[in-house]
């Protein structure tokens, strides 16, 4: 059973630009969240989405977006990117639609460098 | 506020020996999950271990075992027979069914454990 794949896994972009991460989850799998780590404030949530809604959305600026499409991979999106927007991101993908009782898998992660 | 707390920064062991990863955890939900992961240099969050705040045993999974103490709210991670290859950074987190938490994590600051042969 193939894992949870992010592509690219690794971008370099200029401020200003914009980029378009990726990321499919486990077959079978309706929930992906995203998840921005940094060295100095860790691993924060940006947002999840489940049946292609967003349940759930972290304390990110409204430059940062995302979707979920009908066979359940997900993008991110970060517009007028900033110096401060490089980092790890991380995406996990879950079974459960609610509740607290399963897993969350994540893939090998998209590092951005912004120069 | 915070909700996990890793207070060990880095920690030492030797090889073939045991070690604990502390890990206390704050919530008013009574049904929560904690995760434990570990990420290696690439970068990866590998998945090792899940407690459910209603589980009546410690999980296990071969060589990681959770010691989940419900009423101090901590969930330490113990690994047994430590090899080189458990050198990585460790992170406990938790996931809240309440308030819209669904699938999102709160994690901790991590543990960088280094396994000396």
């Known amino acids: 059973k193939a894992g949870v794949t992010q592509t690219p896994r690794y971008l370099i972009k200029t401020r200003g630009q914009q980029v378009t991460l990726s990321c499919s989850p486990i077959s079978g799998h309706r929930s992906v969240s995203w998840y921005q780590q940094t060295p100095g404030q860790g691993l924060q949530f940006l947002f999840e989405?489940?049946?292609?809604?967003?349940?759930n959305k972290g304390n990110f600026p409204g430059r940062f977006s995302g979707r979920q499409f009908s066979n359940s991979r997900s993008e991110m999106n970060v517009s007028t990117l900033e110096l401060g927007d490089s980092a790890l991101y991380l995406c996990a993908s879950s079974l459960a639609k609610t509740g607290s009782n399963t897993e969350a898998f994540f893939g090998q992660g998209t590092r951005l460098t912004v120069v | 506020a915070q909700k996990i707390t890793q207070t060990q920064p880095g920690m030492f062991v030797q090889e073939k020996e045991a070690v604990t990863l502390d890990c206390t955890y704050d919530?008013?939900?009574?049904?929560?999950?904690l995760f434990w992961y570990k990420q290696p240099s690439s970068g990866e969050m590998i998945f090792l271990i899940y407690?459910?705040?209603?589980?009546?045993q410690n999980a296990t999974e071969g060589r990681y075992s959770l010691n989940f103490q419900k009423a101090r709210k901590s969930a330490n991670l113990v690994i047994s027979a430590s090899q080189l290859g458990d050198s990585a950074m460790y992170f406990c987190a938790m996931r809240e069914a309440v308030s819209g938490g669904y699938n999102k994590l709160i994690f901790g600051a991590g543990t960088r454990l280094a396994v000396h042969p």
């Open positions: 407690q459910g705040s209603y589980d009546q």
């Open positions: 989405y489940f049946s292609e809604t967003q349940r």
């Open positions: 919530t008013s939900d009574p049904s929560y999950g």
